[in-house]
């Protein structure tokens, strides 16, 4: 069974870090490509980053509103997924999800895990 | 990007109904990479029908998907309590893959 834990959200002042973590399990991790998605109320769902499973530079992608500001990052050797996310704003509040790619090579997401919370607010 | 519009906002029906759920694209969706997903509170979105009408892995016969280009239809033939839940679709030919607003299916 497909397992994606999330945890490192929290409450952040705006400017401030966070560091996300996903550790999966019940799959080969490191022939999957992973993605983070965000959720917030009122505006929906927003796919934030994508990293192919080879880490390879070309194989990353970032929404507009992240990029410079988010760093997607993985661990195949600790089966793991990361975000670093730096000078936050208020717009960057939501529930962020790990989620698989579905391994064909296409970018559908086939699995999600429960999510952990971001809050900025000062 | 590739703007989705979800309708209706909301789908007010009795069980065992027959539930249809549109989205519409801004530009054709390309090879009818198409998602959609069902999400219940307090739970994770989870994958329903891919290509546009393929069904995921262990999604009840109930659940069907069609469409191609710009306009994509979800039904789901015979509502069950649990089918009750919001819907969203999703592109994922193009990046940035974007969402529709999603369509929330209540019990009338």
């Known amino acids: 069974e497909v397992q994606l834990v999330e945890s490192g959200g929290g409450l952040a002042q705006p400017g401030g870090s966070l560091r996300l973590s996903c550790t999966a399990s019940g799959f080969t991790f490191s022939s999957y490509s992973m993605n983070w998605v965000r959720q917030v109320p009122g505006k929906g769902l927003e796919c934030v980053s994508f990293i192919d499973s080879s880490s390879s530079p070309g194989s990353i992608l970032y929404a507009d509103s992240v990029r410079g500001r988010f760093t997607i990052s993985r661990d195949n050797a600790k089966n793991s997924l990361y975000l670093q996310m730096n000078s936050l704003t208020v717009e960057d509040t939501g529930l962020y999800y790990c989620?698989?790619?579905?391994?064909?090579?296409?970018?559908?997401?086939?699995?999600w895990g429960q999510g952990t919370l971001v809050t900025v607010s000062s | 990007e590739i703007v989705l519009t979800q309708s209706p906002g909301t789908l007010s029906l009795s069980p065992g109904e027959r539930a249809t759920l549109s989205c519409r694209a801004s530009?054709?969706?390309?090879?009818?990479?198409l998602a959609w997903f069902q999400q219940k509170p307090g739970q994770a979105p989870r994958l329903l029908i891919h290509g546009a009408s393929s069904r995921a892995t262990g999604i009840p016969d109930r659940f069907s998907g069609s469409g191609s280009g710009t306009d994509f239809t979800l039904t789901v033939s015979r509502l069950e309590p649990e089918d009750f839940a919001v819907y969203y679709c999703?592109?994922?030919?193009?990046?940035?893959?974007?969402f529709g607003q999603g369509t929330k299916v209540e019990i009338k």
């Open positions: 530009q054709s969706v390309g090879r009818n990479y």
């Open positions: 999703q592109q994922y030919a193009d990046s940035p893959r974007t």
């Open positions: 989620a698989r790619g579905d391994g064909s090579g296409a970018w559908l997401i086939d699995s």
